[in-house]
């Protein structure tokens, strides 16, 4: 049964086999031209509903301070959580070898029009089209923050911080990852036991 709105209390839907996270993510995978994110949000979240809003937030942020690229991060994390490594393995071929016959295949052929203007500037036609791709799932990502136990006001700091620091001041993420990001993890590691402590609180109350 697919959760709906309507009904956020419904079990969520699961890949019913590793063939089943295989096609899904190579189906993903070659949807993405260069912005693969926004059409792995969408599929997840929106499509096959495997992840609340909520969720695909908390992964994708684990799947970011991780090293290797990103959405492969991801994909292995739903495929392992599934069906243990196998999964995994199966999001990661799902991701990989498909697109990767046809990345070669492409860039054989694009190798004798590389220098040319017309291929020069369909790249930079792209390369404006990824730009939007990521900023407007960066945008659709927000609504989850509404729940996020740090606050909306922390979040929404958070992140200008982070914007202000790698597109504005260009610091290095190796710098901004783990000063900000530690600073997020005490913030919400406080206000998670403040919430903690409340509600053993409001039970020891509640004894006779």
């Known amino acids: 049964m697919h959760s709906t709105p309507s009904d956020p ?3 969520l839907p699961q890949p019913r086999s590793k063939t089943d996270l295989f096609l899904s993510f190579t189906a993903m995978a070659l949807q993405g031209f260069g912005g693969v994110v926004a059409v792995v949000q969408r599929e997840l979240v929106e499509r096959k ?3 609340t809003p909520e969720q695909f937030a908390e992964d994708w942020a684990v799947a970011q301070i991780m090293p290797g690229p990103n959405v492969v991060n991801l994909a292995m994390m739903i495929g392992g959580r599934a069906f243990g490594l196998g999964g995994a393995l199966a999001a990661l071929a799902g991701m990989l070898v498909v697109p990767m016959a046809i990345a ?8 004798g029009v590389a220098d040319s203007p017309q291929a020069q500037g369909a790249l930079r036609g792209m390369g404006a089209v990824v730009a939007g791709l990521i900023a407007a799932t960066g945008l659709k990502l927000l609504p989850a923050l509404r729940h996020n136990v740090m606050g909306w006001h922390v979040c929404a700091a ?9 597109a504005l001041l260009r610091w290095p993420l190796p710098w ?4 900000l990001g530690l600073t ?3 913030w919400a590691w406080r206000q ?3 919430a903690g402590g409340k509600r053993a609180d409001a039970a020891s109350e509640r004894q006779p």
């Open 192 to 194: 998670l036991a403040r």
């Open 49 to 51: 509903r495997w992840l």
């Open 184 to 186: 997020g993890f005490a």
């Open 176 to 179: 901004v990852l783990p000063g």
């Open 9 to 11: 209390a419904a079990p």
């Open 158 to 166: 958070l992140a200008a911080a982070t914007f202000v620091g790698v």
């Open 104 to 111: 070669i295949l492409v860039a054989v052929l694009f190798t």
